[in-house]
């Protein structure tokens, strides 16, 4: 069973996300999905992991995504957590800046289910390893 | 089988329409302060952001149209808050616009029946007429030198907001503040309040350094105007440590320097407690409140009202089986079972305290803000006052007046119309008003507010009053009344003329007084809701309507009859007593007939003929009298048979059958039956007034 | 016992230039409204008559604790009333008001998946009070369905 922190404002797109990681063939032992409405919201849920994957959104306001990279990295109980970033601007720099923070992915929007799915997947197989 | 992506899709939408909801306000906050010559770069901005969000979930669930229409509008929103095109009202006209073609292409995604696409068209060419080319901003990269630590972790568009500031020769600051895992929420809320007022909030960093595992200690990046000293007045508490960010050398690296013992000291000595201070924003007078006050979004839930009628019609199920145990109780009693009779008793009393309890906290949750309603209002006001060319003030209190969401729902077309009339035909001409020194600007006011188990909505403006003698004339012209009573009429009774059904005249019947849709529909409407609306009018000063609504559509006790083989719902509140039918006491006064109870008349009616439900199998057997009431006015409805008391929940009927009389809506009856409530209010009305018009119109005709 | 009705299939099936339909049976011949804002099908639960309501109006039933006004469609188009049998459906649709409106049939066919071109619009095909809510006439396969507007029917 995968734990997943999704970390994201808007309500559709957690659950288009949501979704995404729970229908098709799964090729992981099942899924289980915590969301968090905001960077604050996340830091609460946090402690109670550690999550095998965190999928954030950049753009949120308050604390925003690469805020809660750094976070999650500085932190003892998530050193093997996997991080997804998605964003609604396809910016370079935020990929950049994303990266280098210690981020393992970044999937731009709009993505499909499908390429989401994928994602998960690849990063969810170290894990499991 | 629904495909999952379906789910997801209908949270689209919903949070579509929310968005779309927001950015109205937003814009109409905008227009408030174009008006009162401020302008507050942080609304186009929260405009922007909120279509810029559209954008991306549009792309993410294929609304083409709506990703299409976000885009541009975006590229005018974004030349407007970097100042590149100035705000004025033909601008914020097409905004408003846009507001409106969201609305019919969010429709068109919900049914492809629908076709959006003409208007989207036409949007866009106003677009390109305002000039907003696709030029995004370039604006060069500014001298800063802040700590690359902190720049790392600002995504794109914060990193945007700072160099905007910085060009603007804001001064940053950096706010330390601990805060409790727990309150977390609201106490952010409050400090970003607080801070919003001395400048623009860039960011928030979580430092990863906390006192204990239940606190959290973030870094606020703001940019202000205010001095360092002026902030740690209005800011500084506790648990707060204010220090400015330099521009040019020494820099501040978030978490890992310790702040100058100069500063701190300067910071820890100055007393706690925050100074109440005048917010920046334009005064209360507009009404108009900017959206700053958006609840807490991680507090609430999202609830299908469907589900709430589910978990209501329950509760009104165990309201049966309550009474049930009630009963049973009482006959093992009687049946010498004391003690078991007892115990179920206690059972009973304690069943009834906690669905009390239970039915309280759901209705609670079906409580939503009047604000919902009022909000379509405003720009409801704004479209018909530059249609009229009128100028038209609107002030809103009491939006946050809680009432049963199903109500709300039926309250804006009657609010809606109430409106149109203050404004088309209350509301003077700019150069009348001048002629009688009132300013030039009609105002309207809104005002909710609780009271007891009920709620009130005022509308009041100050215009020229309802034209009495006017009414009247319409009136005695429409066969409503006879001249010669005319006299008679007290001015309350005057004022209510305006309810009588068929009074339009020319004008009235125009399409901006709404397809026909008169007063009477409108007084009809509120009483389906269990409401009554009262008149108020002084010629020359203004006319107050005011409305008075039940807070919920609760359980209410009704007495159960059957007539005309159906059964019906009395709602018990309007029934004064109950007896048997004693048809020699009848006889007719005035074509009407009547019967005497304990030495005073009472009129009645045949229940089964006025509403034409004919039970032959009733003829013959015993019949009652159940003596409805409603104020001083009494009439006694001549039933089948009475089943008994029972708790029920009205529904009220939809809109589909607004145009029939007398009934307050519907109630489960268990077993899938439905049983009809019966409005006791319009019922008296109907039989005793359209008796009295009746012969009116009989007396009028024969001279 | 109620059949739901999906409608994703039906928004796909608009943008590739066909629309679905739910084809059912009044007084013997066939007809058709848009699948998109039908909610559900299901048998007649008890229904309440409504006094003084217009004539097309049967009365109200509750599905599952939500209140519906049923109206007999024969009525509301004035084709002839022969008495329901067990095949007779409530086909529950949105109206634009968002209120949910039951409507009375003899029987539910099917799903048709029609073409653009498998449809005539109505110029005035028909004469009387079902001209004003017809949109068309589908041909499907041989078939000759009257295509109805759903918007007018339930308004007013």
Redesign the interface.
């Given at each position: 069973m995968s734990r997943i922190l999704l970390v994201e404002d808007s309500f559709s797109m957690r659950a288009f996300v949501r979704s995404a990681l729970e229908s098709g063939d799964t090729l992981f032992t099942g899924v289980e999905v915590v969301e968090a409405s905001s960077g604050f919201d996340a830091l609460r849920l946090l402690p109670r992991g550690p999550y095998d994957l965190v999928i954030t959104d950049i753009n949120m306001p308050d604390i925003n995504g690469l805020e809660l990279v750094r976070f999650i990295r500085k932190s003892d109980q998530h050193k093997n957590t996997k991080v997804l970033l998605i964003s609604t601007q396809s910016s370079e720099k935020d990929r950049e800046r994303g990266m280098s923070l210690g981020a393992d992915a970044y999937l731009a929007k709009p993505f499909s289910p499908e390429s989401l799915r994928e994602e998960a997947r690849l990063l969810l197989a170290r894990v499991t390893e | 089988m629904t495909d999952p992506t379906d789910k997801a899709r209908e949270e689209f939408f919903s949070e579509a329409q929310e968005i779309i909801e927001t950015l109205s306000k937003n814009l109409l906050a905008l227009d408030a302060s174009l008006r009162e010559e401020f302008s507050d770069p942080g609304l186009v901005n929260e405009a922007f952001r909120a279509v810029h969000t559209l954008k991306g979930l549009a792309g993410l669930f294929g609304a083409a149209s709506m990703g299409m229409l976000s885009h541009r509008l975006e590229d005018v929103l974004d030349a407007l808050r970097l100042g590149r095109i100035e705000l004025t009202p033909s601008i914020l006209d097409v905004l408003f616009q846009a507001v409106e073609v969201y609305g019919k292409v969010l429709a068109a995604e919900k049914d492809p029946e629908e076709d959006a696409a003409p208007l989207v068209e036409a949007m866009l060419v106003e677009f390109e007429r305002i000039g907003a080319g696709a030029t995004r901003d370039q604006s060069p990269t500014a001298e800063y030198d802040l700590d690359p630590g902190l720049l790392a972790v600002l995504t794109e568009y914060e990193e945007h907001r700072l160099r905007t500031n910085i060009e603007n020769k804001m001064r940053l600051y950096r706010l330390r503040v601990q805060f409790d895992l727990a309150t977390i929420d609201k106490a952010l809320e409050e400090m970003k309040e607080r801070a919003k007022r001395h400048g623009e909030i860039i960011t928030y960093l979580p430092t990863g350094e906390t006192a204990s595992v239940d606190s959290i200690e973030l870094d606020l990046l703001l940019a202000s105007q205010d001095d360092l000293a002026m902030l740690i007045g209005a800011l500084g508490a506790d648990n707060v440590v204010i220090e400015e960010i330099n521009r040019r050398n020494a820099t501040v690296m978030p978490g890992t320097i310790k702040p100058a013992p100069m500063l701190r000291s300067r910071a820890t000595s100055l007393p706690g407690k925050d100074e109440e201070l005048q917010p920046l924003r334009m005064g209360d007078d507009t009404g108009l409140e900017a959206s700053g006050s958006l609840k807490s979004l991680t507090q609430t839930v999202r609830v299908d009202i469907h589900k709430l009628d589910h978990l209501m019609n329950i509760v009104g199920e165990l309201a049966i089986v309550r009474g049930a145990l009630a009963s049973i109780s009482e006959r093992l009693r009687e049946e010498g079972q004391r003690q078991l009779g007892a115990e179920l008793q206690r059972l009973h009393r304690s069943f009834d305290r906690r669905l009390s309890e239970m039915q309280d906290g759901i209705l609670e949750v079906r409580m939503v803000p009047l604000g919902q309603v009022f909000d379509r209002l405003a720009r409801v006001v704004r479209q018909i006052s530059r249609e009229l060319s009128k100028e038209i003030r609107l002030v809103i209190t009491g939006a946050d007046t809680e009432i049963d969401k199903l109500i709300v729902e039926e309250l804006s077309d009657p609010l809606m119309h109430m409106i149109r009339n203050a404004i088309d035909h209350g509301i003077e001409s700019i150069q009348r008003r001048q002629e009688v020194g009132k300013p030039d600007a009609g105002t309207i006011a809104l005002n909710a507010f609780q009271k007891g188990n009920h709620v009130m909505i005022e509308i009041e403006d100050d215009g020229r009053g309802i034209d009495e003698q006017a009414l009247i004339e319409r009136a005695i012209k429409s066969r409503k009344i006879a001249s010669s009573d005319a006299k008679e009429l007290s001015r309350e009774e005057v004022l209510n003329l305006i309810f009588l059904p068929g009074l339009s005249t020319r004008e009235e019947a125009g399409d901006l007084s709404g397809r026909g849709v008169g007063m009477d529909i409108v007084k009809t409407n509120i009483s389906k809701l269990g409401g009554v609306i009262d008149v108020h009018s002084e010629a020359g000063i203004g006319t107050k309507m005011t409305i008075t609504l039940p807070i919920t559509l609760a359980i209410v006790s009704a007495l159960l009859i059957r007539v005309g083989g159906q059964v019906f719902a009395v709602p018990l509140s309007s029934v004064s007593e109950a007896l048997a039918f004693d048809a020699s006491g009848v006889h007719v006064v005035d074509g009407r007939e009547v019967m005497t109870l304990r030495g005073a008349t009472l009129p009645l009616c045949r229940l089964d003929r006025l509403l034409r439900v004919q039970d032959p199998a009733a003829a013959g057997m015993r019949r009652f009298v159940v003596v409805a009431s409603m104020g001083t006015r009494r009439l006694g409805l001549i039933v089948d048979h009475l089943y008994g008391q029972q708790d029920i929940v009205i529904k009220p009927l939809g809109r589909s059958l607004a145009d029939v009389r007398g009934f307050a809506g519907a109630t489960d009856l268990g077993d899938q039956h439905v049983g009809l409530v019966l409005d006791v209010g319009a019922l008296i009305e109907e039989v005793l007034t359209g008796s009295e018009l009746s012969r009116e119109r009989k007396m009028y005709a024969d001279g | 016992m109620a059949e739901i009705v999906?409608h994703?299939a039906?928004?796909m099936a608009?943008?590739r230039g066909t629309?679905d339909f739910l084809v059912f049976i009044l007084a013997g011949d066939l007809y058709a409204v848009?699948l998109?804002?039908i909610r559900e099908i299901l048998s007649p639960?008890?229904?309440?008559?409504?006094?003084?309501?217009?004539p097309a109006?049967i009365g109200?039933?509750?599905v599952?604790?939500?209140?519906?006004?049923v109206?007999d469609l024969r009525r509301r188009l004035h084709v002839e009333e022969q008495p329901l049998t067990r095949r007779a459906r409530i086909l529950l649709v949105e109206?634009q008001?968002?209120?949910?409106?039951g409507l009375m049939v003899d029987e539910v066919r099917h799903v048709a998946r029609l073409a653009d071109s498998e449809i005539e619009m109505a110029t005035s095909l028909l004469g009387g009070d079902v001209s004003e809510h017809v949109i068309g006439i589908g041909r499907p396969v041989g078939d000759v369905v009257v295509l109805l507007n759903l918007s007018t029917i339930?308004s007013a």
């Open positions: - | - | 999906a994703s039906a928004g608009r943008r629309r848009g998109t804002r639960p008890p229904i309440t008559p409504v006094p003084r309501a217009k109006v109200v039933c509750s599952r604790g939500l209140l519906v006004t109206m109206a008001s968002g209120e949910v409106v339930v």
